[in-house]
């Protein structure tokens, strides 16, 4: 089953912050907007940064990543590190 989060109050500084944070679990964000698809893991991001707004849609994590790591838990440490920069999670 996919996830989906709406994220508010995202400055450039916490998006870089979060592309970093994921680059350590293998994953590649490129630029402000597209598709992740590595290690099991695949979701739609997009992020926009003079409405300080990020999607992230269809995360779902399969195998290999699912050895280590689920789709609940990614979003939450997601969830953790936006909020740390003063970023919110909308309903």
């Known amino acids: 089953m996919s996830k989906r989060a709406l994220y508010t109050g995202v400055t450039p500084e916490a998006y870089n912050e979060l592309k970093s944070k994921l680059q350590t679990y293998g994953m590649n964000l490129q630029g402000n907007s597209g598709r992740i698809n590595e290690k099991g893991v695949n979701a739609s991001f997009n992020y926009n940064p003079e409405a ?40």
């Open 52 to 91: 300080k707004s990020l999607e992230i849609s269809d995360l779902s994590v399969g195998f290999p990543a699912s050895m280590m790591i689920s789709a609940e838990s990614l979003m939450q440490r997601m969830s953790e590190m936006i909020t740390k920069y003063g970023g919110r999670a909308e309903g």
